[in-house]
T-cell receptor, first 112, second 113 residues
Framework: AQSVTQPDIHITVSEGASLELRCNYS??????LFWYVQSPGQGLQLLLK??????LVQGIKGFEAEFKRSQSSFNLRKPSVHWSDAAEYFC??????????FGSGTKLNVKP | DVKVTQSSRYLVKRTGEKVFLECVQD?????MFWYRQDPGLGLRLIYF???????EKGDIPEGYSVSREKKERFSLILESASTNQTSMYLC????????????FGEGSRLTVL
């Protein structure tokens, strides 16, 4: 069965530091992978997606993610975190039947 | 700009009441979804619809039903609300393509007393 694991529930980083959020998935075929961000009280906004081609994908707000098939991972990175990046981040995998499976989320706190 | 609109941001209902959550999208998307979001559990799929009058159960359909009479509108119905249905409900839509992403509404926070 398809599943997504985000092993870190909470992460705190200092403003200006680099960030990596982990995501591992379980899916039998070629996955379609997504990262979403949710600000408090809001819906989810797409940061980036991978469905084929270059395994390093660029997204909005300076985020990038790397698909590693051998590790079943799709980790999200940002070289320098801003206070406005404090939010909850969700990794998701989409199947060929237009269904999506989400991880449990990682809450990012940014220290001044 | 693409938009998914959920009619109510905050609702407070009593146990046993019938609750309607409405969602409208303006992107002509074929697929629409209702998710429930609870702390530590991420998003769990309640129901989805890939066409008008078509629906499929997701992972947690018990206690819920849905209606899709028009392409742009997808309603979630709680026939008899219970306290364990207190949650954030998120509506989303997508095109029918393998890489089509989900577009989300801002959510409806339901409290059942």
């Amino acid at each position: 069965a398809q599943s997504v694991t985000q092993p870190d529930i909470h992460i705190t980083v200092s403003e200006g530091a680099s960030l990596e959020l982990r995501c591992n998935y379980s899916y039998g075929a070629t996955p379609y992978l997504f990262w979403y961000v949710q600000s408090p009280g809001q819906g989810l906004q797409l940061l980036l997606k991978y469905f084929s081609g270059d395994t390093l994908v660029q997204g909005i707000k300076g985020f990038e993610a790397e698909f590693k098939r051998s590790q079943s991972s799709f980790n999200l990175r940002k070289p320098s975190v801003h206070w406005s990046d404090a939010a909850e981040y969700f990794c998701a995998v989409g199947d060929n039947f237009n269904k999506f499976y989400f991880g449990s989320g990682t809450k990012l706190n940014v220290k001044p | 700009d693409v938009k998914v609109t959920q009619s109510s941001r905050y609702l407070v209902k009593r146990t046993g009441e019938k609750v309607f959550l409405e969602c409208v999208q303006d992107m002509d998307h074929e697929n629409m979804f209702w998710y429930r979001q609870d702390p530590g559990l991420g998003l769990r799929l309640i129901y989805f619809s890939y066409d008008v009058k078509m629906k499929e159960k997701g992972d947690i359909p018990e206690g819920y039903s849905v209606s899709r009479e028009k392409k742009e509108r997808f309603s979630l119905i709680l026939e008899s609300a219970s306290t364990n249905q207190t949650s954030m409900y998120l509506c989303a839509s997508s095109q029918t393509s393998a890489s089509g992403e989900l577009f989300f509404g801002e959510g409806s926070r339901l409290t059942v007393l």
